[in-house]
């Protein structure tokens, strides 16, 4: 028998897991950590009050307050809408992976058109992009999709430091995405270098990638910090999507991360077949713990096949220029992990009490500063 917690669906089978005397699980319980870190409500309003004045101020001299990632999807969204609402300048800023789907691209429009946002781009070429995601296919790892994520990270500080803005807002919730086991998905730019040095044959010319030195110069000399906003209101996703329809007309795309089909066919097809890595369990707990779905609820929906468009795997296959029995060899290879390559992980390791500082000083996120300082064993 495996052992489920009680609250929400995490099992055994989840990284660094464990349960106490009432059957509660370690990350339900860090969820309760973080709700007292971070309170909603008013107490919620008024950190983030606090925090806004100071990006006021610190943006006087400047064209914008903020860089604010987007990529159509609902988070993002509606930080667009929240900055407004506080009387913020933000600059939305957007890697494009060549892989974004039609209702993304849409959605940015809109959404930056209604709101009077200037929007900064980047875009990969793409086939540059198509020989590294190959590589990742290639290396056996999980981490396909981090070139992207990486990338995406990157733009941001590239706006900040094109117009000398000072904050970064970051669309994570706790509540509603959850918190990633350790050792599910792993990025750095180490490690994407190695990947491709050793699996690809494309030079990267516009892949804007997070070297150590210049992500130092960004968040020490520059002193660029990183906001979460939806950890300190009450954050409702079914609500905000509904709401950015009717008020925006903007669109829902079918599920969490789904705008992008790389991300689509990583999270829905990839990580499960190949990995049984399963993200909606992520993401149902949160919703769970936070008290938007019920424990039954999400049981029942975690059972149910997941949506994979057959589209995308056949899109996927042709731009890779995999043939199907090749295709079919490398979901069959064994399983690799970023242990298996060089990275940055070690030096992160060295550099703990480094990495302390800078999350005290909100310079870095706090799970970066558990999840990649922390000693592998
Ligand atoms: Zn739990």
Redesign the pocket.
């Known amino acids: 028998m495996t052992q489920v917690?009680?609250?929400?669906?995490?099992d055994e089978s989840i990284p660094k897991i464990s349960f106490d005397e009432e059957g509660?699980?370690?990350?339900?319980?860090l969820?309760e950590q973080m709700d007292r870190e971070y309170p909603t409500g008013e107490e919620g309003r008024k950190i983030l009050n606090t925090i806004v004045e100071k990006m006021k101020l610190q943006g006087r001299k400047k064209s914008y307050d903020v860089v604010i990632g987007v990529s159509g999807g609902c988070d993002s969204s509606y930080m667009l809408c929240l900055a407004r609402e506080l009387g913020l300048r933000p600059l939305a800023a957007h890697f494009d992976n060549t892989w974004n789907s039609k209702i993304a691209v849409e959605n940015i429009r809109t959404m930056t058109e209604k709101l009077d946002i200037d929007l900064f781009t980047h875009v990969v070429d793409n086939k540059e992009y198509t020989d590294l995601f190959r590589s990742f296919f290639r290396a056996s790892v999980p981490e396909i999709d981090t070139p992207s994520d990486i990338s995406l990270a990157t733009t941001h500080y590239l706006a900040a430091e094109k117009y000398g803005v000072k904050y970064i807002w970051e669309g994570h919730s706790f509540r509603t995405e959850g918190i990633t086991p350790p050792g599910w998905v792993y990025m750095d730019a180490k490690y994407v270098q190695t990947i491709h040095r050793t699996f690809g044959s494309v030079k990267m010319k516009t892949l804007p990638n997070l070297w150590m030195r210049r992500w130092l110069k960004w968040i020490v000399v520059d002193k660029v910090r990183k906001i979460r906003p939806l950890y300190y209101i009450d954050y409702n996703k079914e609500e905000t999507k509904k709401f950015l329809s009717k008020k925006f007309g903007w669109q829902w795309y079918g599920g969490h991360h789904m705008e992008n089909r790389t991300a689509s066919f990583t999270n829905n097809y990839y990580l499960p077949r190949k990995f049984s890595i399963n993200l909606r369990i992520c993401e149902y707990?949160a919703l769970?713990?936070s008290g938007q779905m019920s424990r039954d609820e999400a049981l029942a929906r975690v059972r149910q096949p997941r949506p994979v468009d057959p589209e995308i795997i056949a899109e996927i296959k042709k731009r890779l220029g995999f043939s199907e029995e090749e295709f079919e060899q490398i979901m069959n290879a064994p399983r690799k992990t970023y242990r298996d390559y060089k990275t940055y992980k070690r030096r992160f390791e060295r550099m703990r009490p480094f990495f302390w500082l800078m999350y005290k000083m909100d310079l870095v996120p706090k799970s970066f500063y558990v999840k990649y300082t922390a000693r592998d064993n």
């Open positions: 917690c009680k609250r929400c669906i995490y509660i699980c370690s990350y339900c319980r969820h707990s769970i713990r």
